[in-house]
Structure formats: structure tokens, C-alpha cells
């Protein structure tokens, strides 16, 4: 939409970053105070500027050309402080951006800032740089850990996209808990260089974040790649798509088959309590929507010794 709108020139670059900007201070500092931003790029103004000319002179630089973009502070953006949260690295500013940034910026993308996230990635998004980030559904909630800036910042529309990270479940909690589409990419599919939790462990998985699935494809087409600075990423040549775009299909549920865990996993699950019952009832909801879209449920699905194998990981 943001690309029609430039090509019928209703839109520039930098009126959608001041947009965003003023967007943020309205909403973000001041008013319900979401607090999902700890930096605003300074620059911003004058890449979409820059954008606004290659575009004036040649068209679309690339598939990101002009679309607003967070990053989770613990991805490096060149100039820009990567905080981590903590107060101890307030002036940590990197001079290279992470290869993942690197990729954005040759496809047109603006880095518009950097979010909140839990300190130093761990829990719920509160951190000593910034406080806490208020959930824009309802303000006395949590936005989920430790993504949760991201996830906040989209569902208060303050970018079009965002990344994240996650080692557990950092990015698809975020999602969940603010209503908007996450991913957590197969191993080796995207770099993790430049980003400071959990690599080069296995587990750590930098993600796209984004408020319909077709942004997150796109984004995600832009992201994966190879990268020398990761190893990781060598089981991932090969296997890039062509564009994820291709595999949207309104009808892709059918014939699906999807299990549903009864067995309550939460640590320090009350079944008994209101709050269960509350957020069981938005669940079965869920399963009749799947069912409704053509999946083959199979309910429940029993795993045998699931918590024992929880607790060996």
C-alpha cells in the first residue's frame, strides 16, 4: 500500500517518516505512554529524503524502498546505541551495522529507531534504560518479553515492520500478546551477526514482526541470506525462496493437520482460576476458526512425559 501510495504520489518518504515520528511522540512519551522506543534515529528525515530523489530520478531503489522499520535494541544499526536495555551500555554505539540491517538498507528500508526489550533479553520488557512498555490494549498488561518493544510499536502502528530476537519464545510471545504476526525463522535461514543475545548458539533466531502476513513475507524475503560472519547460515544456501510471497494462500488450512495440547504447561498454571477460564474461552475460539478455515483437528494430542521433557529441554 505504502508503494502504491508513492507511485501515485500521494506519499513521500519523508512525510511517512514524520508521520511515524510525530505518531511516536504523541503516543509513545506522552498521552497512554507505551514507552516501546528507547532511540529515534536522527537520520531518518535525510535517508528518506535520499530515498525520495533515487525515486524522483529511477523508481524503487528495492522491494524495501521507503517502508519504515524498528529494530529490538540488541541489533546493531551503525550510529545508533545498541543498549540492550541496561543503563551499562547507554553509550555502546557500534560502528557497523548487523548483517541483517546491512540487507534492509541495501533493499531501501529506513531504520526508523530502536525498541524496548527486556535487560539484556531475559523477562518480560523492562529494562534500567527505559522502565516498562505499557501494552497498548490495555495499559496495565505486559507486551510479552523479550520482543515486547517491537510487538508494542506495531500494534501502536509507530513503523510498518520491526525485528526482533528470540532464544525461547521472545519474538512469537510478543506476537500473541499484541495481536500482531511474528515468526521465528528455520535455523540457518538468517544471520544472527550483529546481535548480541544467544549467538552463535543454536538457539538464538533473529525474526520478522509485522501486522499481516503478507509484510512479514515480505520482510522476511529481504532478510535471509548467507553470511560469512555466521557459520550457521551455510545450511541455508540452497534454500532461499524466490519471493515467500508465493506460498500466501487464503485457502492454505485445508487439509491441515493440527494437534491441540489440553495438558496445562504454563509454569504455575491455576487451571481453577478466572484468568484460565478467561483466556480458554479466546482458545476455543481459535480452534473453531482453524476447523472453520478447513483444518483437520485432532484434539487433544497427548505427548507422553511432556513436562519431564520440558524440564530436560
Known amino acids: 500500500d505504502t508503494h502504491v501510495a508513492y507511485k501515485a504520489a500521494t506519499l513521500t518518504a519523508h ?22 522506543i528507547i532511540t529515534l534515529n536522527p537520520r531518518a528525515l535525510e535517508d528518506a529524503d535520499k530515498l525520495d530523489a533515487a525515486y524522483r530520478k529511477s523508481g524503487l531503489v528495492g522491494p524495501m524502498h521507503g517502508i ?15 543498549t540492550m536495555g541496561t543503563v551499562v551500555f547507554k553509550d555502546h554505539k557500534p560502528t557497523r551495522d548487523a548483517f541483517v540491517v546491512e540487507q534492509l538498507r541495501k533493499a531501501g ?3 526508523l529507531g530502536k525498541t524496548t526489550l527486556s535487560e539484556y533479553a531475559i523477562g518480560d520488557t523492562y529494562g534500567s534504560m527505559f522502565g516498562v512498555t505499557r501494552n497498548p490494549y490495555d495499559l496495565e498488561r505486559t507486551v510479552g518479553g523479550s520482543s515486547g518493544g517491537s510487538g508494542a510499536a506495531l500494534a501502536a502502528n509507530f513503523a510498518t515492520v520491526a525485528l526482533g530476537e ?6 512469537r510471545r510478543p506476537g500473541g500478546w499484541n495481536a500482531i504476526v511474528t515468526m521465528r525463522p528455520t535455523s540457518g535461514l538468517v544471520s544472527r551477526s550483529g546481535m548480541w543475545d544467544g549467538y552463535p548458539t543454536d538457539f538464538a533466531a533473529m525474526g520478522p514482526m509485522a501486522r499481516n502476513v503478507r509484510d512479514l513475507a515480505q520482510l522476511l524475503d529481504v532478510m535471509v541470506g548467507y553470511d560469512p560472519d555466521d557459520p550457521q547460515t551455510a545450511r541455508g544456501v ?16 485445508k487439509g491441515a493437520r493440527i494437534g491441540i ?26 480452534i473453531a476458526e482453524l476447523k472453520a478455515a478447513g483444518a483437520t483437528i485432532v484434539d487433544p494430542l497427548i505427548i507422553p512425559d511432556l513436562k519431564l521433557l520440558l524440564a530436560k529441554r
Open 166 to 171: 528470540e532464544t525461547l519464545a521472545s519474538i
Open 238 to 253: 540452497g534454500h532461499k525462496q524466490a519471493s515467500y510471497t508465493r506460498y500466501l494462500d487464503r485457502n492454505g488450512l
Open 261 to 286: 495440547l489440553r495438558e496445562p504447561i504454563g509454569v504455575e498454571t491455576e487451571p481453577g482460576s478466572d484468568d484460565f477460564k478467561k483466556v480458554n474461552a479466546v482458545f476455543e475460539k481459535d
Open 15 to 36: 512525510q511517512l517518516v514524520q508521520h511515524y515520528s510525530d505518531r511516536i511522540a504523541s503516543y509513545d512519551k506522552q498521552g497512554p505512554k507505551i514507552n516501546a
Open 68 to 82: 519504515a522499520i524498528l529494530v529490538k535494541d540488541e541489533i546493531d544499526v551503525a550510529g545508533l546505541p545498541t
Open 109 to 111: 528500508a529506513i531504520i
